[in-house]
């Protein structure tokens, strides 16, 4: 087959990441033909910061986008209350799409997607590439094999000096609505977390919010309990004293310990010790999924190859999770997940 053709909406920091660094990096494979911001000022500098000011197609509308443009793949890279109807303009077109997390803005708005997908008979994708790591791959390597022996305690630590963070300031990731620390990085973690453990069927959460009520959480106490009856216990805070954030899951069993710290350290340890870094080697796209971007894993199932990625079920999976953490019960008790 021919190259990809690929329009991206959003042109963010994700949206940015896609065009400058993924889109480059596999230029035999995929084309760029169209992209979209709402800011015409931030169009025109990316097409030509791109070395393509007349070749590539700028819309400041995405509605204009999906209708025009003959794109194989789509990029959804704008905030989660605009997921649903890009996503479902792109499968009308028969457009197949690459979206990021969260699938939506709400459960009800994903279940739609769910159904909306499988309607269409199009790639729907979600972008969770934090299971696909070579140190996440380890990680649930060793989980599965029983290198903690029986399991005692898990610890999910979503812990920050501040939010948002310095990289990542725009108009939505602090809000209530849109933003906020469980939902930009604990939904990773959910995603993950099912994927090593199992199901979550159900959660407890302890939210503060800042006096300001259009504003996201400032500190979290929850706790999720896995179909097999193991919780995790999570602690989240904005006001994280060290500079550094702590972004980090720990499970200690009576094999000892396993943690995956900040995303990509690996630390192991037995019964009483001290965990120690652990040396993952980087895995290529032959030898397994280790270092191979998801997007790499995307073309590769457009192309019809062999590839791992995960679907609007899978974000529909996570996004069940995160609501009902962001939405405590009244009572204070375990919220039971009922899924559709």
Request: glycine residues 10%; charged residues 25%; contains cysteine.
């Amino acid at each position: 087959m021919g190259k990809i053709k690929l329009a991206v909406i959003g042109l963010g920091n994700m949206g940015r990441r896609m065009v400058h660094h993924l889109v480059p990096q596999y230029a035999d494979r995929t084309e760029l033909v169209a992209i979209c911001d709402s800011r015409e000022d931030v169009l025109r500098s990316e097409s030509e910061s791109l070395g393509r000011p007349d070749s590539l197609s700028l819309y400041t509308d995405y509605r204009r986008l999906l209708e025009e443009t003959d794109a194989d793949l789509v990029y959804i890279a704008v905030p989660p209350s605009m997921h649903y109807e890009a996503a479902r303009l792109a499968f009308e077109r028969g457009i197949h799409v690459f979206c990021e997390k969260p699938l939506a803005n709400s459960l009800e708005e994903a279940e739609e997607m769910v159904k909306l997908a499988e309607r269409a008979d199009r790639l729907n994708i979600v972008h969770f590439s934090f299971p696909l790591e070579a140190p996440v791959l380890e990680f649930r390597r060793r989980i599965r094999q029983g290198d903690v022996g029986e399991i005692s305690r898990i610890n999910l630590y979503l812990e920050f000096p501040r939010w948002p963070r310095a990289w990542q300031q725009n108009d939505w990731i602090s809000t209530r609505r849109e933003g906020g620390y469980l939902l930009e990085v604990g939904i990773h973690w959910i995603q993950m977390i099912q994927q090593t453990f199992g199901r979550i069927a159900a959660v407890s959460s302890e939210i503060v919010f800042p006096a300001d009520g259009g504003l996201c959480e400032s500190t979290v106490q929850a706790v999720m309990v896995l179909e097999s009856g193991q919780e995790i216990q999570i602690s989240g805070t904005d006001r994280r004293e060290s500079e550094d954030e702590r972004v980090s899951l720990v499970v200690q069993g009576s094999g000892g310990t396993l943690a995956l710290e900040n995303w990509g350290h690996l630390f192991a340890g037995g019964p009483g010790e001290e965990p120690q870094p652990v040396a993952v080697a980087e895995q290529d796209e032959e030898n397994g999924l280790g270092g191979l971007p998801i997007f790499g894993q995307v073309l590769n199932l457009l192309e019809g190859r062999s590839g791992t990625a995960y679907d609007f079920r899978d974000g529909y999976e996570a996004q069940i999770v995160l609501e009902a953490l962001r939405d405590p019960a009244a009572e204070g008790g375990l919220v039971q997940l009922n899924r559709k």
